[in-house]
Antibody, heavy 115, light 108 residues
Framework: EVQLVESGGGLVKPGSSLKLSCVAS????????MHWIRQAPKKGLEWIAL????????YYADSVKGRFTISRDNSKNTLYLEMNSLRSEDTAMYYCAKSVSPDYWGQGVMVTVSS | DIQMTQSPSFLSASVGDRVTINCKAS??????LNWYQQKLGEAPKRLIY???NLQTGIPSRFSGSGSGTDYTLTISSLQPEDFATYFCLQHNSFPMYTFGAGTKLELK
């Protein structure tokens, strides 16, 4: 059974940093591209980052480019999202999702940016 | 960016009803359209991929259709477990994927 479990969220102040993790199981993690997708309160879903199976390519939404970094450790079956210079508008539930055409998603982790 | 307009935003229906949910893209997305179901506190679940392909394990009462800019999710006979939020995702404009705003399906 495919499982994706996010962690690392919390309440942080504007300008601070946070690193999210997504631990994968139930499939060959090293064979699949992975996404980060977020949903702000009472807003729609927003794709924010994609990393290829071998980390050879990484893509970002304009809203996070230069502030967020997606990475992965295939030896640990773990996807990461390093978030710097956080803003109030980054407050959202953050999901990781498997495959270039997202099939399985985690349950999400909440990030709140507030002073 | 490709904009996805999903309708309706809310839908009230009864068990046994046939319902349809629509997504309209701002340009041709070549059938690269997925449908998802999300229940409160749960991970989104993919129902349909590439317009009309049923995800393994999803009941056949779910179906998808469409082409060009217009796509539809149909639930042929609503079951109690189908009351949830549904959203579409276009993945034609790799990797700048965009989502519909969602449809909340409620029990009438």
């Amino acid at each position: 059974e495919v499982q994706l479990v996010e962690s690392g969220g919390g309440l942080v102040k504007p300008g601070s940093s946070l690193k999210l993790s997504c631990v994968a199981s139930g499939f060959t993690f090293s064979s699949y591209g992975m996404h980060w997708i977020r949903q702000a309160p009472k807003k729609g879903l927003e794709w924010i980052a994609l990393i290829y199976y071998d980390s050879s390519n990484k893509y970002y939404a304009d809203s996070v480019k230069g502030r967020f970094t997606i990475s992965r450790d295939n030896s640990k079956n773990t996807l990461y999202l390093e978030m710097n210079s956080l803003r109030s508008e980054d407050t959202a539930m953050y999901y990781c999702a498997k495959s270039v055409s997202p099939d399985y998603w985690g349950q999400g982790v909440m990030v709140t940016v507030s002073s | 960016d490709i904009q996805m307009t999903q309708s309706p935003s809310f839908l009230s229906a009864s068990v046994g009803d046939r319902v349809t949910i629509n997504c309209k893209a701002s340009q041709n997305i070549n059938k690269y359209l997925n449908w998802y179901q999300q229940k409160l506190g749960e991970a989104p679940k993919r129902l349909i991929y590439n317009t009309n392909n049923l995800q393994t394990g999803i009941p056949s009462r779910f179906s998808g259709s469409g082409s060009g800019t217009d796509y539809t999710l149909t639930i042929s006979s609503l079951q109690p477990e189908d009351f949830a939020t549904y959203f579409c995702l276009q993945h034609n404009s790799f990797p700048m994927y965009t989502f519909g705003a969602g449809t909340k399906l409620e029990l009438k």
